[in-house]
Nanobody, 125 residues
Framework: QVQLVESGGGSVQAGGSLILSCAAS????????MGWFRQGPGREREFVSA????????HYAEPVQGRFIISRDNAKNTLYLRMTSLKPEDTAVYYC??????????????????WGQGTQVTVSS
């Protein structure tokens, strides 16, 4: 019943921008921590960003700090990732995730409960 559907991926030139969306259904969106992971060619899935419920604290992986902004619209049950100044190394499948994460291990995939199918982002040089 829980569905996370990513959209907004595509191909852009280095320095360009994209906004990814994740439409959530089947869960209490406002009660769920949300996040983004990505998996590039030949690489393991890695943490990108997360946003907590309540405080709306935002966390970013070092490679994307200052370039990506995570946000959520609880009224629309939608998570966003605004990506600017894109680099070729940002090329990856981006996955939306949700869960009741506790502790400080949100940057690993293990504690997250639900995942979308991913959306491809390709950045050319």
């Amino acid at each position: 019943q829980v569905q996370l559907v990513e959209s907004g991926g595509g191909s852009v030139q280095a320095g360009g921008s994209l906004i990814l969306s994740c439409a959530a259904s089947g869960l209490s969106f406002s009660s769920s921590h949300m996040g983004w992971f990505r998996q590039g060619p030949g690489r393991e899935r890695e943490f990108v960003s997360a946003i907590r419920i309540g405080t709306w604290d935002r966390h970013y992986a070092e490679p994307v700090q200052g370039r990506f902004i995570i946000s959520r619209d609880n009224a629309k049950n939608t998570l966003y990732l605004r990506m600017t100044s894109l680099k070729p190394e940002d090329t990856a499948v981006y996955y939306c995730t949700a869960g009741a994460v506790t502790g400080d291990n949100y940057y690993t995939a293990t504690p997250w409960q639900y995942w979308g199918q991913g959306t491809q982002v390709t950045v050319s040089s």
